[in-house]
């Protein structure tokens, strides 16, 4: 398993060195790795689906316990026919798709093999911080795709729109599973869910989760991104938005449902937002005239259908669930797949201008009626199956018939939508002329009736499906036992209410005005679109005046409020816990006083001089004194240091000042502050000397660690210097640190001062200047 | 720099090379060749002391040689890389102090940058070369080193991590250098006329 997700992430690399040459055929060669990937996962279908879990572990940082854990379930197994079958299957169709010539088509292929083992991953994995990486990468690679070239503002905003919704979800999971990790004491998912913490830390938990999963399967109120994603070349959004990354949200519910589908925090809003999002999604997919943006809204109504039967936590619910998870990844792809046919070969797919599609291309319009008859729920169909079961589920009474009614009111508006889709894609209108198709290849076709046949194969022949799926509802402690599917399950509700939604699906597509009446009527809040960019604006605004307050351009303010900061934070609790040491003592040396009044002198003639420069050469007078100190003390490396450095800072002042003006300003605006200035330096000065005082006392005897350094420094270090044992040896790993961050400022402060002199250079650019771009460019 | 005349004969002129020989002998015999002495090119934006400059030249490579004697006498003495870094860096200010940017371009043809890079990733190698070995990362080994003249030198591989330190100091004070020096050659008030070519 490792092996495929590696051969995936190889092939994207290559895909990228040949694309030059390769052309669109790329996609050919980044088929092969999903298609290899599902042969192999089917070779071993007949170990796995009798429940022997095949689990692979790669030791990542044995020393903290960090391993990277795949595991191959049911549930993998069903995910990997989506992701890597019907991935090979998208894979092929945009070999064909993608015009000669295209450009970008190596990008395209790389990102969507790095995609595709990045999902493979993420239905693999079961460990959490495996899970969380898959998953963010799948996030990367979508805002990646979505973004395209980048050229057109569309693209951007959706990409980026995707990505923040996704991202913010993935983190809130993250958090999630951290917590549920701590919560039961082990990173392995199949550990957890065997064994099911509880408490409020994991209620709290698993509300983290389901954002996670709400964000990433674009349920209500986080779906607009899913419609924006939209911009992406559609054999893109087939797999991805349609097949894929959309379900991992759905996938992670199925995942955790088995330890956590009793739990009301977890159920109850998978079940609401599930509902809504179900109602809102057909809604909002009857009003759009784009085919795509169509399919899009139908992607949103079933991700909340396959959120309800997923978080509902029953045996019967989880089999309706994984049937329809199935059927849903199978019909959906194949539908994106016919809306990129039809797009290809028309040039629109706009069912305002669509006539006559179906006439002139008999046989995509079959596979299109397979898969929305499967999408519809009408027998023999894998979908129709899926949904008898989901409305079996919830046929026992108490809240469950609320349920029941939403799901069985979202089923009526899709069918709607889908008879909208045939008619608008393949009838033929009378006021509209023909729309001119250039017949579709067996390249485009083939793909296309895969999926479409697959839904038909495993509806008629049931028993197929009910060995894939059956392991799931199996491994589901919770609610009655799930009868087997069936095509015919007798008469009784559930036939009645998918009756039912095939009559008043028909009746609602017939009659608009059942529905029309709403548009315009819903309350603004409701509008999600709007609220995301509220969100993000507002965000923004939040930014900029928490900048404009802080950041207020004030050198002076800066050092106060550090200074304020220590004092409040630093001193008071020094004060208040520190005894004042016990024996006074005016010097230890002689030699002492004479420095220390030196430093005084320095400091006071510093705080009174009139020229900026004179108190810069005061100011080192102290730091040299404090260096001499150092030295009658008996510490020469201080010592040494302190003078390189305080020689250096004064190098550096001197470069500084020769911009200001010579003597400190006198204007009143200043001058009015000086005594606030006054209380926060006299305050910070008393401060340091009081701790230097209270510490001298508070060390009675030469510690430990001290005497260890100085002991072993020769033996263990090498050197008689025991200042030099610790920061080469002792303390390397600080070292090493200090000079990182050294390197990293240095540039920082480099590029900053850089940029401020192009910035006030770059109205007279001198030829000094140009002649050096020049040389940059000459030197590269 | 200027080109040395002597190692630099023109040799397109072949019918009276000698005479070419002759009359650049007789126009640059006087160019300054000493790198002690100023060079011709106006360097910073101050007024050059001629003493100044001599004499940055003269105590430059002793006070480098110092440096090194720092870096490498830390482990038994004051010292250190941190140390031996700061002093070789007052080196070059003093040479830029003396004679501008130009002067520090005389010495060096290396991008600051680059040695803070070669710096850390010193001390980065030499931090993770034990675990070459088998070691632990960071781990010291001492060597003893037979020299000629000198003797056995006990020699720490810790030394290495000091010489990344001691680099990347360096590096870091002249990257100092070329921005907040550069930032005031350009901008310092006055500063329309100077030229800097040469530099």
């Given at each position: 398993m490792l092996l495929a997700i590696a051969l995936h992430m190889l092939v994207a690399v290559i895909v990228l060195l040949i694309a030059r040459r390769a052309g669109r055929w790329v996609f050919a060669i980044a088929a092969a790795v999903p298609a290899v990937t599902f042969a192999w996962v089917m070779s071993g279908s007949a170990a796995t689906l009798a429940g022997d879990a095949r689990v692979e572990t790669l030791s990542w940082a044995p020393k903290i316990g960090l391993e990277s854990v795949l595991r191959l379930d049911v549930l993998s197994f069903v995910m990997i026919i989506l992701v890597s079958g019907v991935g090979a299957v998208v894979f092929a169709f945009y070999a064909a798709y993608a015009k000669p010539g295209e450009r970008g088509v190596g990008r395209t292929a790389a990102l969507l093999s790095v995609f595709a083992g990045a999902m493979l991953g993420l239905v693999l994995a079961d460990d959490i911080f495996t899970l969380y990486v898959f998953w963010e990468l799948t996030t990367v690679c979508s805002f990646l795709l979505v973004g395209g070239d980048g050229v057109s503002r569309a693209a951007r905003r959706s990409a980026v729109q995707a990505l923040l919704v996704t991202a913010i979800g993935g983190l809130a999971m993250l958090g999630g599973l951290v917590l549920l990790a701590e919560a039961s004491g082990t990173y392995r998912i199949s550990e957890i869910v065997a064994n099911p913490p509880s408490g409020a830390a994991v209620n709290v938990a698993l509300v983290l989760l389901l954002v996670g999963v709400v964000t990433k399967s674009a349920q209500v109120p986080f779906h607009p991104w899913l419609p924006g994603a939209m911009v992406a070349p559609t054999p893109v959004s087939a797999y991805l938005h349609a097949a894929a990354m959309v379900k991992a949200g759905v996938y992670l519910l199925a995942r955790f449902a088995p330890g956590f589908g009793d739990v009301p925090a977890w159920w109850v809003p998978a079940v609401v937002l599930g509902s809504l999002t179900m109602l809102i999604g057909g809604y909002r997919a009857l009003r759009e005239t784009d085919l795509k943006t169509l399919l899009a809204y139908g992607t949103v109504s079933q991700l909340g259908f396959l959120t309800v039967l997923m978080g509902a936590g029953t045996r019967a619910a989880a089999l309706a669930g994984i049937t329809l998870l199935l059927a849903h990844g199978l019909f959906k792809s194949a539908l994106f797949l016919v809306v990129g046919v039809i797009d290809r070969q028309t040039g629109t797919r706009d069912i305002r201008h669509l006539s006559g599609v179906g006439r002139q291309s008999p046989a995509l319009a079959v596979f299109a009626v397979l898969a929305l008859a499967s999408m519809a729920g009408l027998p023999p169909l894998l979908g129709f199956v899926g949904k008898e079961t989901a409305f079996e589920a919830f046929t026992y009474g108490g809240t469950d018939t609320f349920v029941l009614v939403a799901i069985a009111l979202g089923s009526v508006l899709t069918v709607a939508y889908s008879i909208r889709f045939v008619w608008g894609a393949f009838a033929t209108k009378t006021d509209l002329p023909d729309t001119a198709v250039s017949t579709p290849g067996i390249g485009l076709l083939g793909p296309v009736a895969l999926p479409a046949l697959a839904g038909l194969v495993f509806g008629v022949a049931t028993p197929l499906a009910s060995t894939v799926v059956d392991g799931y509802p199996a491994a589901m402690p919770f609610g009655p036992e799930a009868s087997d599917l069936a095509l015919w399950h007798g008469i009784g509700v559930p036939l009645g209410l998918s009756v039912l939604a095939l009559v008043g699906g028909y009746l609602v597509y017939r009659y608009p005005a059942s529905w029309q009446w709403l548009c315009g009527r819903l309350p603004s809040a409701l509008n999600a679109q709007r609220g995301y960019e509220r969100a993000v604006t507002g965000l923004d605004d939040v930014a900029h005046k928490v900048t404009g307050r802080l950041q207020v351009g004030s050198l002076p303010a800066y050092l106060g409020v550090i200074l304020v900061a220590v004092f409040v934070v630093a001193g008071v609790g020094m004060i208040s816990d520190t005894p004042l040491p016990a024996e006074w003592r005016?010097?230890?040396?002689?030699?002492q006083v004479p420095l220390a009044l030196l430093v005084l002198a320095g400091a006071w003639a510093a705080v009174f001089a009139h020229r900026r420069i004179t108190a810069v050469l005061f100011a080192s007078v102290v730091g040299y004194g404090i260096a001499a100190l150092f030295i009658v003390d008996g510490g020469p490396d201080l010592a040494l240091a302190q003078f390189l450095v305080e020689s250096l800072t004064l190098v550096v002042f001197v470069f500084v000042l020769?911009?200001?003006?010579?003597?400190?300003s006198n204007l009143k605006s200043i001058r009015s502050f000086r005594f606030g200035k006054l209380a926060v330096a006299a305050t910070a000065g008393i401060l340091v000397s009081l701790a230097g005082v209270l510490y001298s006392g508070a060390r009675t005897e030469s510690p430990t660690a001290s005497q260890e350094y100085a002991e072993r420094a020769v033996s263990e270090a090498g050197a008689s210097n025991v200042v030099n044992a610790i920061i080469v040896d002792f303390r390397a790993f600080d070292t090493v640190g200090e000079i990182t961050v050294l390197a990293v400022a240095a540039a920082g402060a480099a590029s900053l001062i850089l940029a401020a002199q192009r910035s006030a250079r770059r109205p007279t650019e001198s030829d000094e200047d140009s002649k050096a771009s020049k040389r940059k460019e000459a030197s590269r | 720099m200027k080109a040395n005349p002597e190692s630099d004969p023109q040799p397109n002129s072949e019918s009276n090379s000698e005479f070419n020989l002759h009359e650049e002998m007789w126009n640059d015999?006087?160019?300054?060749?000493?790198?002690l002495l100023a060079g011709e090119y106006a360097g910073g934006v101050w007024k050059r002391s001629l003493l100044l400059e001599s004499a940055a030249r003269i105590v430059f490579p002793t006070v480098l040689v110092f440096s090194i004697y720092l870096l490498i006498a830390g482990h038994y003495d004051a010292g250190g890389g941190f140390s031996g870094g700061l002093v070789a860096g007052l080196a070059f200010v003093v040479r830029y102090v003396a004679g501008g940017r130009g002067e520090l371009a005389t010495i060096l043809r290396i991008r600051p940058l680059v040695v803070v890079g070669m710096g850390l990733t010193i001390a980065v190698v030499v931090a993770l070369a034990p675990l070459l070995v088998g070691g632990e990362v960071l781990a010291t080994t001492t060597f003893d080193v037979p020299l000629p003249v000198i003797g056995d030198v006990k020699i720490a591989t810790s030394l290495g991590l000091d010489l990344g330190v001691y680099l990347l100091i360096v590096g870091v004070v002249l990257d100092l250098l070329r921005t907040l020096g550069a930032g005031i050659e350009l901008q310092a008030p006055g500063d329309r006329t100077s030229k800097r070519e040469g530099a």
């Open positions: 005016w010097f230890d040396n002689p030699l020769r911009r200001f003006p010579a003597h400190f | 015999w006087d160019v300054p060749r000493d790198q």
